[in-house]
């Protein structure tokens, strides 16, 4: 029996090769051989004392892999069973067209601009960047209109055979405002192909846009979890909440501190019965810079909104996005696996 390895290097062989198209790729070997190879691979665990533990895959950004097979590994090996699952594994394994952008520096890109760190360099080189987006998702937007949801329930399969669980997705570029209503219910039929109680995505700050999100969500019987970063208040998703049961929280509680709101647990038991999932990173208030820290080294009340599930039985997923930089001799899965730890001793 060949190793998990072993078929990630043949995989890795297969999409060099010249002699095989990247729809073969898909469909060849790596493909069936990994459900099969990843029974015997140890099933993880990461409910936690009345807690679940996931984890969002792009937590994994840094990898040189970003296969659906190599992400499976990636969670296995961080101990984790259950996942915020980002799109880009799920549809690639679906055949979604090759990204001619490095998305890492993209998004590195994207984030220096939000937290108003870009250069005049980087933010034409940015500029650049979302030119060829553009045209790259009209293509996968074309793609999505005729795309075998038979594949998503493979890749399902393939998850939850391992002991994996997918309990929110999160497409890229799927439901913003300019996204048409075929891309928005491709994201939410996906999402509940996949096995997702809900998709996530950024809170546009627009009513007439979460009223729109919460009245397909309700079609196809799936939430819509409205991530945040430091736009977060006590009061941003009031209207998405009162517009759609389908309309809920899905809580960054890193970027909440760094918002500068003083008591980031409250709205936690305010809004428990609303909240889908909760991000957790260790940052730091604006007091001390907003950093974003390993964990235990920030402001941020983790242990104690760790505790506050436990002890008030709240059944939302905590998950782990490992945000910070990847210290060097080391990896995206050995820090993830120290955030876990650090989760397991607040839950003992």
């Not at 060849?28 to 029974?39: E, H, N």
């Not at 996931?54 to 996942?83: C, H, P």
């Not at 979604?96 to 080189?125: F, G, V, Y």
């Not at 709205?267 to 889908?276: L, M, P, S, W």
Request: charge should be neutral.
């Amino acid at each position: 029996m060949k190793s998990i390895d072993q078929c990630l290097s043949r995989r890795k062989f297969i999409k060099k090769s010249t002699l095989v198209t990247a729809g073969a790729t898909l469909v060849g070997p790596s493909l069936f051989g990994a459900p099969a190879i990843l029974k015997h691979y140890k099933k993880p665990n990461s409910f936690i004392n009345g807690v679940q533990i996931g984890v969002i895959t792009y937590s994994f950004r840094s990898m040189e892999d970003q296969s659906a097979e190599a992400t499976l590994k990636y969670i296995l090996d961080s101990g984790i069973n259950a996942i915020e699952l980002i799109g880009d594994p799920a549809e690639t394994f679906a055949g979604r067209p090759d990204n001619p952008l490095n998305m890492s520096t993209m998004w590195d890109l994207m984030r220096k601009k939000r937290d108003a760190e870009i250069t005049k360099d980087e933010e034409k080189e940015l500029a650049e960047m979302k030119v060829v987006q553009k045209e790259y998702l009209k293509k996968v937007s074309d793609w999505r209109k005729n795309s075998d949801m038979e594949k998503f329930e493979k890749f399902r399969k393939m998850y939850n055979d391992a002991g994996v669980s997918i309990y929110a997705f999160k497409p890229r570029n799927t439901f913003g405002k300019d996204n048409t209503d075929a891309d928005i219910e491709w994201g939410m039929k996906a999402g509940k192909v996949l096995g997702a109680s809900h998709v996530t995505v950024e809170h546009p700050s627009d009513d007439a846009h979460t009223l729109r999100l919460g009245q397909l969500a309700k079609k196809h019987g799936i939430s819509v979890g409205y991530h945040g970063h430091e736009q977060q208040t006590p009061t941003l998703w009031d209207t998405a909440l009162e517009q759609s049961e389908y309309n809920a929280l899905n809580l960054d509680l890193g970027h909440y501190v760094a918002a500068g709101n003083s008591k980031p647990l409250e709205i936690i038991i305010t809004k428990h019965d609303r909240i889908k999932s909760m991000h957790l990173k260790d940052r730091q208030t604006p007091e001390h810079g907003k950093g974003n820290l390993k964990w235990g080294q920030g402001d941020t009340p983790l242990v104690e909104a760790l505790q506050l599930m436990q002890n008030n039985k709240y059944a939302f997923t905590a998950t782990i996005e490992m945000e910070y930089e990847v210290p060097e001799g080391s990896n995206a899965v050995e820090e993830v696996k120290k955030c876990l730890e650090f989760c397991e001793q607040a839950l003992k």
